[in-house]
């Protein structure tokens, strides 16, 4: 199960990333899964690799603890982009910017 989250994860942030406006371009690290014989794209992006193990912990953690096995879990994923406001007085003093 962790691994399915982490192979989905990578693929998914990776393919996002592609075209980006980042800081710095990313470049793919073609990562194989040995529990299902496949390779996968992950970035090179450090923050973001501790970013996805960290939530694949997480979902393993919530699985273990579940009442009984073959209850569901929904697993969500939200995208933001970060887009200034349109310029006035307020948001010039205090730099605020909106996720949509």
Request: charged share 25%; hydrophobic share 35%.
């Amino acid at each position: 199960e962790k691994e399915a989250m982490r192979c989905v994860l990578h693929t998914v942030v990776f393919n996002r990333s592609i075209g980006s406006h980042t800081a710095r371009p990313m470049n793919p690290l073609p990562t194989t899964s040995a529990m299902f014989g496949l390779t996968y794209m992950r970035t090179d992006d450090p923050q973001v690799d501790q970013e996805i193990e960290l939530k694949v912990k997480q979902l393993g953690e919530l699985l273990e603890r579940r009442p009984r096995q073959g209850s569901a879990v929904k697993v969500q994923l939200s995208f933001y982009i970060t887009k200034n406001r349109k310029a006035s007085m307020l948001n010039w003093i205090t730099g605020t910017e909106d996720k949509v």
